[in-house]
C-alpha cells in the first residue's frame, strides 16, 4: 500500500541533542499526524497539525505542516533518554474521509 | 488510553483455529480501524468500520473478517489462524470534522501468536 516517505529510519542520539526528522509525500495531505510508540504499547498522538504552514509545539517537540502541503517536520530539542522509541507520522490525503497514509518509523536510540 | 481497550492483550493459539480479537471503545467515535503491526512492515490497515455495520477492507485483509453491531465495539475474526497472521493487533478510532481527521487513538495492542 501506500507509504510516505519518512526520515531517517533511525538515528542515533546523546542526550541533549536535537533531533529532526521528516515525512514526504508526492501528493497533498490536509492533516498530518505525529506520533510516538513505545515498546509493548500502541502509537501515542504527539502533535496534530491541520493547515499548511502550521507550527505547533508540545513540550520540547515541535511539528510543522509544510508550506507544499506534502511533507510534515518533527524537531525535538534537548533530547532526554525517555525521547527513545519509535516516532510515526501520518498524514490524510485530500480525498480521504477518514484513512490515514503511514511513514514507516523513525527509531530514536540512545547512544552508549 | 482508557478510552479504548483492547482484549486479550496476549494470545497464543493453533493453526487452522478461529480466533476474535475485541476492540471497545468509550468515546463515541464513528470510524474504528484494525491493523497489523509487524518488523519491517510498520503499521498495516486490515479492516476499518465507518458506523455501525458498516466496514470495508484494509490493504492486507485477506484471512480476516470484521464485525461491527455497537458503536463501541470492533471485533476481528482470523477464521482459520495461520503463522503468516503471527502479529501485534492494534485497535485506532477516530472522529471526523469540517472533513479532517481528529482523536485517531490507539488501543494498548494484542500480541498474537499462531504456532
Known amino acids: 500500500g501506500q507509504q510516505l516517505n519518512q526520515s531517517p529510519q533511525s538515528m542515533f542520539i546523546q542526550e541533549g541533542e536535537d533531533v529532526s526528522m521528516n515525512c514526504t509525500s508526492s501528493?497533498?495531505?490536509?492533516?498530518w499526524l505525529w506520533y510516538k510508540q513505545d515498546p509493548g504499547e500502541g502509537p501515542v498522538l504527539l502533535i496534530a497539525l491541520y493547515k499548511a504552514g502550521e507550527l505547533t509545539s508540545n513540550g520540547r517537540l515541535t511539528a510543522q505542516f509544510g508550506i507544499t502541503r506534502k511533507d510534515s517536520f518533527l524537531n525535538i530539542s534537548a533530547s532526554i533518554p525517555s525521547d527513545v522509541g519509535i516516532y510515526f507520522c501520518?498524514?490524510?490525503?485530500?480525498?480521504?474521509?477518514?484513512?490515514?497514509?503511514w511513514g514507516a518509523g523513525t527509531k530514536l536510540i540512545i547512544k552508549p | 488510553d482508557a478510552g479504548i481497550t483492547q482484549s486479550p492483550r496476549h494470545k497464543v493459539t493453533e493453526t487452522g483455529t478461529p480466533v476474535t480479537l475485541r476492540c471497545h471503545q468509550t468515546?463515541?467515535?464513528?470510524?474504528m480501524y484494525w491493523y497489523r503491526q509487524d518488523p519491517g512492515h510498520g503499521l498495516r490497515l486490515i479492516h476499518y468500520?465507518?458506523?455501525?455495520?458498516?466496514?470495508d477492507k484494509g490493504e492486507v485483509s485477506d484471512g480476516y473478517s470484521v464485525s461491527r453491531s455497537k458503536t463501541e465495539d470492533f471485533l476481528l475474526t482470523l477464521e482459520s489462524a495461520t503463522s503468516s497472521q503471527t502479529s501485534v493487533y492494534f485497535c485506532?478510532?477516530?472522529?471526523?470534522?469540517?472533513?479532517?481527521?481528529?482523536?485517531?487513538?490507539f488501543g494498548s495492542g494484542t500480541r498474537l501468536t499462531v504456532v
Open positions: 501528493s497533498i495531505f490536509n492533516t
Open positions: 468500520s465507518y458506523g455501525v455495520k458498516d466496514t
Open positions: 501520518a498524514g490524510q490525503p485530500v480525498d480521504s474521509n477518514y484513512q490515514l497514509i
Open positions: 468515546e463515541n467515535h464513528r470510524y
Open positions: 485506532a478510532i477516530s472522529e471526523r470534522a469540517q472533513g479532517r481527521i481528529y482523536g485517531y487513538t
